[in-house]
């Protein structure tokens, strides 16, 4: 074995695939581009605790991915960094959008659990302060009175 070259347990092998998962997960599914996609990477029993919101199943990543829609038209989610411990992947990514003509750009960041090669559960803090800044004041308002309308008719 040459110097430079690295072995890879099965284990590692796993923990890898986990990492590519989640990355695809946050890039194809959250930023909205294929959310039809979402049960290849999410178990149907997923729980997603997006700041202090919770959603639940295949269905509630769906409602996750269309409250941020409905806030951000062009929707990206590009993930920066990853980190990975066990069955969990942390990933840092950027979000970028539109708001009224307004270009948004904020950080956040999710850990994924997986069992059987499905996440299973997400624990996500994105940083709304900076969008709200971006934003200013009376778009930021909307986008509030936006979401409450979403949120509170999926219930």
């Known amino acids: 074995m040459t110097p430079t070259a690295k072995t890879c347990d099965i284990g590692q092998m796993a923990q890898s695939d986990n990492a590519l998962r989640a990355k695809a997960a946050l890039e194809r599914v959250c930023s909205g581009a294929d959310v039809g996609s979402a049960a290849r990477y999410y178990s149907p029993t997923f729980v997603d605790h997006v700041n202090d919101l919770q959603f639940r199943g295949l269905e509630g990543a769906q409602q996750s991915v269309d409250m941020y829609k409905s806030v951000l038209s062009n929707l990206e989610v590009r993930v920066e960094e990853q980190v990975i411990d066990g069955d969990r992947v942390t990933s840092r990514f950027v979000v970028t959008g539109t ?24 624990w996500s803090v994105v940083d709304t302060l900076a969008l709200v800044r971006q934003l200013g004041t009376w778009r930021s308002v909307l986008m509030g009175v936006k979401q409450w309308r979403l949120l509170a008719g999926k219930r």
């Open 99 to 122: 708001n009224h003509g307004r270009h948004v750009r904020f950080n956040g960041i999710t850990i994924s659990r997986f069992e059987n090669g499905f996440i299973v559960e997400d």
